[in-house]
Nanobody, 131 residues
């Protein structure tokens, strides 16, 4: 089973930037669709950015123009570059992967995804944005 490990979270002032990373334990992840999710205290988990296995990307409206999802050449590391961070971006951020296109299409359509049914899920990294 593929293991995902996030890193790069931390505390930043509003307007600042952070880059999150998600490392996969196996190269087979390169054929999966992957995505970043976040969950703020007291709120539902939401999809933030997704990348399909052909490299197509999609973003939640709340982060469009500020966040960029990307992968390294081997597609075993997923990144989320977060710029112009806002207080409301404070959350635990998770990466996930699935062999179906569910992550990509779900984030593109803005529909909730069955988190526990995704094939690989990370443990999360905390992002705190302060004023």
């Amino acid at each position: 089973q593929v293991q995902l490990t996030e890193s790069g979270g931390g505390s930043v002032q509003a307007g600042g930037s952070l880059r999150l990373s998600c490392s996969a334990s196996e190269h087979s992840i390169s054929t999966y669709s992957m995505g970043w999710f976040r969950q703020a205290p007291g709120k539902e988990r939401e999809g933030v950015a997704g990348i399909d296995n052909d490299g197509s990307t999609t973003y939640a409206d709340s982060v469009k123009g500020r966040f960029t999802i990307s992968q390294d050449n081997t597609k075993t590391t997923l990144y989320l570059q977060m710029n112009s961070l806002k207080l409301e971006d404070t959350a635990m951020y998770y990466c996930a992967a699935d062999r179906s296109r569910a992550i990509y299409t779900g984030i593109m359509m803005g529909v909730p995804l069955p988190w526990d049914r995704l094939e690989a899920r990370g443990q999360g990294t905390l992002v705190t944005v302060s004023s």
